[in-house]
C-alpha cells in the first residue's frame, strides 16, 4: 500500500486542523493506519491510530480530547482531526500502515512498513 499525507499548515494556537491520509492499493480496510509526528531535534512519536476492520481508535495522552482519527474504508482515507492545537504540536506529521497489527505494537514505530511522505504542521502562539 501507498500513503500520501496532506493538510498541514500554519494554524495559531487553539485553533484546528485536519490531516489526511489516502491510500491506495487492495485490502485497505486489513491494515492499522496511525499517525506519528517529528517535531524539530526530536525522535519520531506515536500520536493515534486506527485499527484495521472495525476501525478502533488509539491516542497518545497528549492528544486525547483534543484529536480525533477515523477512517473511510470506501474512499480509503484516513483522517486526523486536531482540535485546540498547541505551539507543541509543531511537527511534521506522518501517516503509516500495517497489517493485521496487533493491539499491543499500534504504538511502536517499527511494527509499521508503509509509510507517507509526511506533513508540516506548524502552530503559532
Known amino acids: 500500500v501507498q500513503l500520501q499525507a496532506s493538510g498541514g499548515g500554519l494554524v495559531q494556537a487553539g485553533g484546528s486542523r485536519r490531516l489526511s491520509c489516502s491510500a491506495s492499493?487492495?485490502?485497505?480496510?486489513?491494515?492499522?493506519v496511525a499517525w506519528f509526528r517529528q517535531a524539530p531535534g526530536k525522535g519520531r512519536e506515536f500520536v493515534s491510530a486506527?485499527?484495521?476492520?472495525?476501525?478502533?481508535?488509539y491516542y497518545d495522552d497528549f492528544v486525547k480530547g483534543r484529536f480525533t482519527i477515523s477512517r473511510d474504508n470506501d474512499k480509503k482515507m484516513v483522517y486526523l482531526q486536531m482540535n485546540s492545537l498547541r505551539p507543541e504540536d509543531t511537527a511534521v506529521y506522518y501517516c503509516?500502515?500495517?497489517?493485521?497489527?496487533?493491539?499491543?505494537?499500534?504504538?511502536?514505530?517499527?511494527?509499521?512498513?508503509?509509510w507517507g511522505q509526511g506533513t508540516q504542521v506548524t502552530v503559532s502562539s
Open positions: 503509516a500502515a500495517a497489517s493485521f497489527l496487533h493491539d499491543d505494537d499500534y504504538g511502536t514505530e517499527r511494527h509499521y512498513n508503509f
Open positions: 486506527v485499527k484495521y476492520g472495525i476501525g478502533t481508535p
Open positions: 492499493g487492495s485490502f485497505f480496510i486489513n491494515y492499522t
